[in-house]
């Protein structure tokens, strides 16, 4: 739960920023727009939730997800490769064992970041089983609604993570 307000946070804190990163290669997939993540409360604790826009840069096995202030300001960068996961913010860099200790660390819930890159275009993630629905698919927990450029992926296990995402290019409003 904590995620959703450290995104918040380092969002307003325009002050502090990450160093910037050199450009990704031409030949890396890269997709970019706006990122919300909802924790849901319970009766003993206040949901909380954040948002940004994104860069991710990559694919499951080696990438980096930037998260940038309203003001264009680089807030976090999470990076990750073989062997090697970690945070960079304005307060340092930390390093995990793997992209689940990272989301877990930072929203209190796990959030694939691997599958991302197929949910973000409208597909299962080839590395794990799915079931279809009516508007979507089912995959590790989770209900996938995409409607290109936009995407809503819900965790159906308590306590319920909703992340919205809008691809730059779409002509319908910010998630």
């Given amino acids: 739960m904590r995620a959703a307000a450290v995104i918040l946070a380092l969002a307003l804190a325009g002050c502090a920023q990450v160093p910037q990163a050199p450009p990704a290669a031409s030949t890396e997939a890269r997709l970019s727009g706006r990122l919300s993540v909802t924790v849901a409360g319970t009766v003993h604790n206040r949901g909380s939730g954040g948002a940004a826009s994104f860069e991710l840069i990559g694919d499951a096995q080696a990438g980096r997800l930037d998260l940038t202030s309203p003001l264009g300001t680089l807030v976090a960068r999470a990076s990750w490769q073989p062997g090697l996961v970690s945070l960079q913010t304005p307060d340092g860099e930390r390093r995990f064992d793997d992209l689940d200790a990272l989301t877990r660390e930072m929203l209190g ?30 995959q590790l927990g989770w209900r996938i609604e995409p409607k290109l450029p936009a995407l809503v992926a819900t965790r159906l296990a308590d306590p319920v993570v909703t992340l919205r995402a809008r691809l730059d290019g779409g002509d319908e409003g910010t998630p």
């Fill in 109 to 138: 819930e796990t959030v694939p970041v691997a599958a991302l890159f197929d949910w973000l275009n409208a597909r299962p993630w080839p590395a794990a089983p799915h079931q279809k629905t009516a508007n979507g698919f089912e």
